[in-house]
T-cell receptor, first 113, second 113 residues
Framework: DAGVIQSPRHEVTEMGQEVTLRCKPISGHNSLFWYRQTMMRGLELLIY????????DSGMPEDRFSAKMPNASFSTLKIQPSEPRDSAVYFC???????????FGPGTRLTVT | AQTVTQSQPEMSVQEAETVTLSCTYDTSESNYYLFWYKQPPSRQMILVIRQEAYKQQNATENRFSVNFQKAAKSFSLKISDSQLGDTAMYFCAFMYNNNDMRFGAGTRLTVKP
């Protein structure tokens, strides 16, 4: 199995630009999670989906952030407009069943200048 | 609110020795799961071990074992026969409601040759 796939691995953009992060969960997994990791705040859950439906987006910091899961094998996290304080590593993770361990992708390091 | 506390920001151990990383959590939930994740310099989050709260027996995975004390809300990780490849950040995580996972701040472990 290829594991959770994220793209791009690195993204550098200017303030105000739109950024789209992509994730392909492990085939057969029905839960998908987006996390953000920073030195100041550690790992934070932004949003998660069960069977492509957003269940809890209370961790999404602002309306500038949005996430979609149009099908079982693809999800996006979009930031529009981006700001320097959005600079972080963004992880996508998936799990087979509710309550099971989550498997993480390699992360996307986002730098907003 | 569910919180996870890792009181040791950094630790070091000599190769082949044993080290224990501490984790405590606060919750009023009765059914939950606990995990230890490892994050090496590659930043990939790797599942080390998992424990279900309803199980009294401590989980083990090869050189990794936990000491789960439910009444004390403690979940420590013991690494035996430490290897250089064990050098990483270690995160304790608590999951309830089947998918809501909270991470501790992490412990940076260095294995010295």
């Amino acid at each position: 199995d290829a594991g959770v796939i994220q793209s791009p691995r690195h993204e550098v953009t200017e303030m105000g630009q739109e950024v789209t992060l992509r994730c392909k969960p492990i085939s057969g997994h029905n839960s998908l999670f987006w996390y953000r990791q920073t030195m100041m705040r550690g790992l934070e859950l932004l949003i998660y989906f069960n069977n492509n439906v957003p269940i809890d987006d209370s961790g999404m910091p602002e309306d500038r952030f949005s996430a979609k899961m149009p099908n079982a094998s693809f999800s996006t996290l979009k930031i529009q407009p981006s700001e320097p304080r959005d600079s972080a590593v963004y992880f996508c993770a998936s799990s087979l069943l509710a309550g099971n361990e989550q498997y993480f992708g390699p992360g996307t390091r986002l730098t907003v200048t | 609110a569910q919180t996870v506390t890792q009181s040791q920001p950094e630790m070091s151990v000599q190769e082949a020795e044993t080290v224990t990383l501490s984790c405590t959590y606060d919750t009023s939930e009765s059914n939950y799961y606990l995990f230890w994740y490892k994050q090496p310099p590659s930043r990939q989050m790797i599942l080390v071990i998992r424990q279900e709260a309803y199980k009294q027996q401590n989980a083990t995975e090869n050189r990794f074992s936990v000491n789960f004390q439910k009444a004390a809300k403690s979940f420590s990780l013991k690494i035996s026969d430490s290897q250089l490849g064990d050098t990483a950040m270690y995160f304790c995580a608590f999951m309830y409601n089947n998918n809501d996972m909270r991470f501790g701040a992490g412990t940076r472990l260095t294995v010295k040759p």
